[in-house]
T-cell receptor, first 111, second 116 residues
């Protein structure tokens, strides 16, 4: 069974700090990796996608992928209270375009 | 770009009635659309995958006769919850994919269904 595991949190960081969110996955053939942000009562919003090993930066967000370790992470620099949300890690498998979601990490950025 | 809309955003219905939820890709053609449901403080659970012009593929445990999915065009998919019961109350979210190799799914805003 394909699994995506995340630290459930909650994770609290002070405003301006770096928030680090982690995710591991079980399907070694996974090809596409995504981070979504979900505010309470809202649907997920795509933050980052990453497909190859290494780092990918977009503004204050950096996604890191290590396929050998089956690990993907999201760093949020200069965290803002508006970043407070649940962050979902999602992975597509080797044979399907379906996303498997982790349970999410709830992040709170304290002013 | 890549905007997905859902309608209605919120619906309250009586037990035994049917409810139709529409999902539209507004600025791209969605080869594949996905339907999820989410219970409070839980992650998204995939219900079914639909490809334009084909029958939907349902996940294990999802009753296809209860959750009718139609994907008649490249911009529209519908989910009909038939004979709804209180346990069907949930947040239903659709997503759409262009079908390109990047596999990115873009989510609609969701529909909150409450069955009385």
């Amino acid at each position: 069974q394909k699994e995506v595991e995340q630290n459930s949190g909650p994770l609290s960081v002070p405003e301006g700090a770096i928030a680090s969110l982690n995710c591991t996955y079980s399907d070694r053939g996974s090809q596409s990796f995504f981070w979504y942000r979900q505010y309470s009562g809202k649907s997920p919003e795509l933050i980052m996608s990453i497909y190859s090993n290494g780092d990918k930066e977009d503004g204050r967000f950096t996604a890191q992928l290590n396929k050998a370790s089956q690990y993907v992470s999201l760093l949020i620099r200069d965290s803002q209270p508006s970043d407070s949300a649940t962050y979902l890690c999602a992975v597509t498998g080797s044979s399907a375009r379906q996303l498997t979601f982790g349970s999410g990490t709830q992040l709170t950025v304290l002013p | 770009g890549a905007v997905v809309s859902q309608h209605p955003s919120r619906v309250i219905c009586k037990s035994g009635t049917s409810v139709k939820i529409e999902c539209r890709s507004l600025d791209f053609q969605a080869t594949t659309m996905f339907w999820y449901r989410q219970f409070p403080k839980k992650s998204l659970m995939l219900m079914a995958t639909s490809n334009e012009g084909s029958k939907a593929t349902y996940e294990q445990g999802v009753e296809k006769d209860k959750f009718l999915i139609n994907h008649a065009s490249l911009t529209l998919s519908t989910l009909t919850v038939t004979s709804a019961h209180p346990e069907d109350s949930s947040f239903y979210i659709c997503s759409a994919s262009t079908g390109l190799s990047t596999d990115t799914q873009y989510f609609g805003p969701g529909t909150r269904l409450t069955v009385l």
